[in-house]
T-cell receptor
């Protein structure tokens, strides 16, 4: 069974400082990895994905993530955090094999709080 | 592009009544739609996968007679919570996979907040 671990329930960072939100995964075969952001009482907004190719993936709003196969990790990063980045962040994984029934598995989420 | 809408965005209903939530893909056709449930400060839990024109596939532990899913067209799926109880209060999010897009792409709706009193 596939799974995602987000070890930190909350990450606090000062505005202007770099941020990292951690994610590790377990899946059979090659992974498809995703990061989503959720603001209060809203659905999920797509940030970025890793499918294949370069291990460093750049996404929306200045976010990036690095795929590390040996460590089975896909940490989300941003060089300079903004207060407006404060939100709930979800990492998700699915297997790369084809099939309409393949499902996304989400981590438990990490609340990011950026303070002035 | 790839916009998914949900209606209503929030609903309050009395215990014992039924409530229907609509999920629409506005600018694409979706063969497959997913329904998730999210409790406060928790992750999204997949409830069921619906394919247009066929019966939904429910995840283990989800009561199919309580959470009725209909995917009658390529742009609309509905979730009906029957005989709702306070424990059904939750945030329900749908997601759609495009018929024309890549198999791994899913687009999420804004969610529906259900409160059962």
């Amino acid at each position: 069974a596939q799974s995602v671990a987000q070890p930190e329930d909350q990450v606090n960072v000062a505005e202007g400082n770099p941020l990292t939100v951690k994610c590790t995964y377990s899946v059979s075969g090659n992974p498809y990895l995703f990061w989503y952001v959720q603001y209060p009482n809203r659905g999920l907004q797509f940030l970025l994905k890793y499918i294949t190719g370069d291990n460093l993936v750049k996404g929306s709003y200045g976010f990036e993530a690095e795929f590390n196969k040996s460590q089975t990790s896909f940490h989300l990063k941003k060089p300079s955090a903004l207060v407006s980045d404060s939100a709930l962040y979800f990492c998700a994984v699915r297997g790369a094999f084809t099939g309409g029934g393949n499902k996304l598995t989400f981590g438990t989420g990490t609340q990011l709080k950026v303070e002035l | 592009g790839a916009v998914v809408s949900q209606h209503p965005s929030w609903v309050i209903c009395k215990s014992g009544t039924s409530v229907k939530i609509e999920c629409r893909s506005l600018d694409f056709q979706a063969t497959t739609m997913f329904w998730y449930r999210q409790f406060p400060k928790q992750s999204l839990m997949l409830m069921a996968t619906s394919n247009e024109g066929s019966k939904a596939t429910y995840e283990q532990g989800v009561e199919k007679d309580k959470f009725l899913i209909n995917h009658a067209s390529l742009t609309l799926s509905t979730l009906t919570v029957t005989s709702a109880h306070p424990e059904d209060s939750s945030f329900y999010i749908c997601s759609a996979r495009s018929t024309a897009g890549l198999a791994y792409e899913q687009y999420f709706g804004p969610g529906t907040r259900l409160t059962v009193t």
